[in-house]
């Protein structure tokens, strides 16, 4: 078992070094080192709450309060002391070493960029700024008092994270730059996605069609396995990407030399 996980996190490195232009796909389980639980699968947020009750813009809509009591308000004491993790760090290491170009994450964390990657798109959009139901304006979530539910602009308008809820689009420039990227790349890495939430689950697939190669770590098999994608390196993302991070660094230093 070791060994083959050795050989496929060489092989996967071998790749990184020899591809043009790479194109992460990240999901939850990027972060589940970091301490975000997931969605879905053991210890997921959907285990504990009905994701159409909670995480559906019309029940937001219907009752900000109990959306913000329910899940806003314990994503916000996670989301603040959150730190990134080797995955996050070694996929920064990567664009730093002119590796990786683009990261498309479904997460909504920030650690991404906390990490250093310079070009990320928010396909669900962020949970660092909230904006105003009424007048619009925009305030850091970090800054908001939580003491008063919900959380209320001086216009007296309800706050709203500027996440991406279910039953709402996603923002038409962010599927745009999404589909430009998966389009374009050469090799698409796919980080603790599940792959089974749409439109963000295609983007493999159109990096597939237009000639990428499709490489998935995550410790569970996906509906992309085997069909999208050609290879899986079966393990913790942090733990998975920090080897494949040295190994790249290994490959370019022995060229170096
Ligand atoms: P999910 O919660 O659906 O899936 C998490 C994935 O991470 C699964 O495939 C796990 O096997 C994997 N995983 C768990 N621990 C891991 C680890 N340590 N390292 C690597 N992988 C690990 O998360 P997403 O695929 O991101 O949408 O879900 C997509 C969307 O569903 C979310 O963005 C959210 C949710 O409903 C909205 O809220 C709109």
Redesign the pocket.
Known sequence: MEDRQLNLINKVAESLVAAKHVVALT????S??SGIP????KG?L?EKFD?MEV?HINSFMKNPEKVWRLLISEMKDLLVSAKPNP?HLGLARLEELGILKTVIT??IDGLHQMAGNRDVVEF?GSFAWLQCLDCGCREQTVDIDTSQMPPKCSCGGIYRPE????GEMIPPKDLDRSQIAASTCDLMLV???????QP?AFMPVIAKQSGATVIE????P?PLTGTTSTLLVQG???KIMKKITAQVERIIADKQN
């Not at 770590?217 to 569970?220: K, L, Q, R, S, T």
Request: proline share 8%.
């Open positions: 999901g939850a389980g990027i589940v080192e997931p969605f879905r699968g997921g959907w994701p995480a995955a479904q997460n669900h996440c991406v809820f279910f980080v603790g996605c599940s792959a089974v939430v963000a770590i995550n410790p569970e996906t913790k993302a942090g």
